[in-house]
């Protein structure tokens, strides 16, 4: 079973609006990690946000929001404002065991001016 | 620069050649990832170095893939009689392996794309 579902393989938004990217996820780990990462065409992997398990309040980084519904066991990117450079792959991952991450299929956005 | 670094950024070779692909990982690290990211199987785990500890090389594919870390830095991922199948992007990964490890952020090169013809 999958353990990272992301189920928008593209998604389209215009310059300045703001876009959801969807993730679900399945543990049965009571402790665990959630993360999104955004992979420009150059390939590096760029850290964005985390959310812990037990963390009360959601995730925010500048222009960067986590909408964590525990009981849903979704973890949704919000990107507010979008811009340009925000045109890339995006993953959710998780981390249930210190250690490595699984990672979902991930949504390849378009940011249109 | 700071980040992690791999090398070579790309690499051909023939089927059945042994390849390495080098990481570099962020100064004062103790954690090392290895992962792997092709077109039919995503972004996949390899092996991962914490410390002095015995790597957890559950990810690995086959006893083809290996790899080593000296010094408790630099990592080599080395696979041997390179087939086909092989032809991905390899990325290297580091953490700080701090307390509250769910939080422990990985920190990406970008990668070495291998080619096998």
């Known amino acids: 079973a999958q353990k990272i579902t992301q189920t928008q393989p593209g998604m389209f938004v215009q310059e300045k609006e703001a876009v959801t990217l969807d993730c679900t996820y399945d543990t049965s780990d009571p402790s665990y990690g959630l993360f999104w990462y955004k992979q420009p065409s150059s390939g590096e992997m760029i850290f964005l946000i985390y959310?812990?398990?037990?963390?009360?309040q959601n995730a925010t980084e500048g222009r960067y929001s986590l909408n964590f519904q525990k009981a849903r066991k979704s973890a949704n990117l919000v990107i507010s404002a979008s811009q340009l450079g925000d045109s890339a792959m995006y993953f959710c991952?998780?981390?249930?065991?210190?250690?490595?991450?699984?990672f979902g299929q991930g949504t390849i956005l378009t940011v249109h001016p | 620069g700071a980040g992690v670094s791999q090398s070579p950024s790309n690499k051909v070779t023939e089927k059945g050649k042994d390849v390495e692909l080098r990481c570099d990982p962020i100064?004062?690290?103790?954690?090392l990832y290895w992962y792997r990211q092709s077109l039919g199987q995503g972004l996949e785990f390899l092996i991962y170095f914490q410390g002095n500890s015995a790597p957890d090389k559950s990810g690995l594919p086959s006893d083809r893939f290996s790899a080593e870390r000296t010094g408790g830095s630099v990592s080599t991922l080395t696979i041997q009689r390179t087939q086909q199948e092989d032809s991905a992007v390899y990325l290297c990964?580091?953490?700080?392996?701090?307390?509250?490890?769910?939080?422990?952020?990985?920190?990406f090169g970008a990668g070495t794309r291998l080619s096998v013809l």
């Open positions: 990964a580091s953490s700080l392996a701090v307390r509250g490890r769910e939080s422990d952020i990985q920190y």
């Open positions: 100064s004062g690290h103790t954690a």
């Open positions: 991952a998780m981390r249930e065991t210190y250690g490595k991450l699984t």
């Open positions: 959310q812990g398990s037990y963390d009360q």
